[in-house]
């Protein structure tokens, strides 16, 4: 991703099919890919029976991004999988809700560290889903598996 700069890779990533049609747009990327700031606004495409946002659209829109910052942060010689995720669905979500995925350079040091200690590291991370009064519309928890990739014998020679 560090190819592609700033406004592009927030169209690109607005433009994903998925986020497309409900609504999802990353509205900030900082701090060298270790930031991303996400919103999506209320609309048919993303309501609900009852009027709220969908929670399928509430989790999508926290999906790919620890995930992704890992990938950016660690470089090409780990790799990062989703294992498993939950969503705790706190109030409603109306308006306009936000979320933000922050990993601070210690805390990728620490996962990096034990990787190369342990040969794995399962950080579990997690994420408010907030509404327009700063109140938690959901409560999203990641847990990811993070390794060294395995090098191919053609690679080392």
């Not at 900030?28 to 606004?41: A, L, P, S």
């Not at 309501?47 to 995930?67: A, E, I, K």
Request: proline share 3%; aromatic share 10%; charged share 30%.
């Amino acid at each position: 991703m560090k190819w592609i700069k700033g406004r592009w890779l927030l169209k690109l990533i607005s433009l994903y099919p998925p986020y497309l049609g409900a609504g999802v747009r990353v509205s900030h990327i900082g701090d060298g890919y270790r930031t991303f700031e996400v919103k999506m606004k209320l609309s048919f495409l993303n309501r609900n029976y009852v009027g709220t946002h969908f929670g399928g659209s509430l989790y999508s829109m926290c999906d790919p991004f620890y995930m992704l910052i890992l990938i950016e942060s660690l470089g090409r010689d780990y790799q990062v999988w989703d294992k498993s995720a939950s969503i705790r669905f706190r109030r409603p979500g109306r308006g306009t809700v936000r979320a933000r995925f922050h990993l601070s350079e210690d805390e990728i040091e620490t996962i990096r560290r034990t990787v190369d200690a342990e040969g794995k590291a399962e950080p579990r991370l997690s994420v408010d889903v907030v509404d327009e009064q700063g109140e938690v519309v959901a409560e999203v928890e990641k847990l990811l598996h993070v390794r060294k990739r395995e090098r191919v014998a053609s690679e080392s020679s």
